[in-house]
């Protein structure tokens, strides 16, 4: 199973867009996907309510919601042939759970928001990051998602020269657009929107890539073969761009891919 982390200790940076809109992605692959709540605020879960249930389905976990009947792990079981575990991690994270967190992971997905106050924010926060990664035993790669952007903006111009100088690869860049509320409120992620997906396809695309190249999922016999999926929104196929050069903090494993249907 591939552990995937999505953290920022900055509240309001995409995170939960972040995570939800990947578990559909991998979902929508034919992977068993599972989506971990570690945030009280609980909005991956309530999110996950709200998804039809013809659409690929994720398994949601919630630590902070536990029913007095039932043991602690029989609430939180997923599927012995998970593929990807998705965790959504809440704001203000202390250094201690940090640690914690990055024990089992195997990536790390950090979105920021280009804005100087987050740039600062995010700047401790991965300084704290890589102090986590040195205590940890395995490898883990790290990649930073540039959310809600506004083309040519000096705050997007800013952001890029601070991101370059971070050390860490840009395996993303997301438009600020209204097709991700309208996205989150309907419990789906972007790429089911029948319309409102054309302008993501590419940031999509390359995050997919540089996920699923580092990553080896044992699939089950029962999961080699896709889900039944809904109608896929419309978008154009056509070839992926080529992947970024090796953004990897330690050495890849594997060369397992498995993109969704609509790329
Ligand atoms: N690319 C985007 N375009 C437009 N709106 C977005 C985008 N990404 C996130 N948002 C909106 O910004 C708000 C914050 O996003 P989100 O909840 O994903 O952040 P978060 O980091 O999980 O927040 P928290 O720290 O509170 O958990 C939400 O209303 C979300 O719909
Ligand atoms: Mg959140």
């Not at 280009?114 to 940890?136: V, W, Y």
């Not at 080699?224 to 494993?253: K, M």
């Amino acid at each position: 199973m591939h552990k995937l982390l999505v953290i920022n200790s900055k509240g309001g940076s995409g995170k939960t867009t972040l995570a939800t809109n990947l578990a559909c992605e991998l979902a929508r692959a034919g992977h068993v996907t599972a989506l971990y709540d570690d945030d009280p605020q609980a909005s991956s879960t309530a999110w996950l309510q709200t998804r039809p249930e013809s659409c690929p389905r994720i398994y949601g976990i919630n630590p902070h919601v536990i029913k007095q009947n039932a043991t602690r792990s029989w609430q939180q079981r997923i599927p012995p042939e998970t593929a990807y575990y998705v965790v959504d991690s809440p704001a203000g994270i202390a250094l201690p759970k940090l640690f914690d967190l990055m024990r089992s992971v195997d990536t790390v997905l950090v979105p920021v928001l280009p804005s100087t106050i987050d740039m600062h924010a995010t700047d401790a926060f991965i300084l704290n990051l890589m102090k986590a990664c040195k205590i940890k035993a395995t490898p883990v790669r790290i990649g930073l998602v540039v959310n809600r952007l506004r083309e040519r903006t000096l705050a997007l111009r800013k952001l890029e020269n601070f991101l370059a100088s971070v050390g860490i690869p840009i395996v993303g860049r997301l438009h600020d657009s209204q097709n991700y509320v309208r996205a989150t409120d309907q419990g789906l992620g972007i790429c089911e929107l029948k319309k409102g997906f054309r302008q993501e396809y590419d940031a999509w695309a390359g995050i997919l890539r540089w996920l699923l190249q580092g990553a080896a999922p044992a699939l089950s016999a029962a999961r080699s073969q896709p889900l039944p999926l809904p109608a896929s929104p419309e978008v154009p196929r056509r070839p992926l761009p080529s992947p970024a050069p090796s953004p990897t903090l330690a050495p890849q494993v594997g060369g397992f891919q498995r993109l969704p249907p609509h790329y």
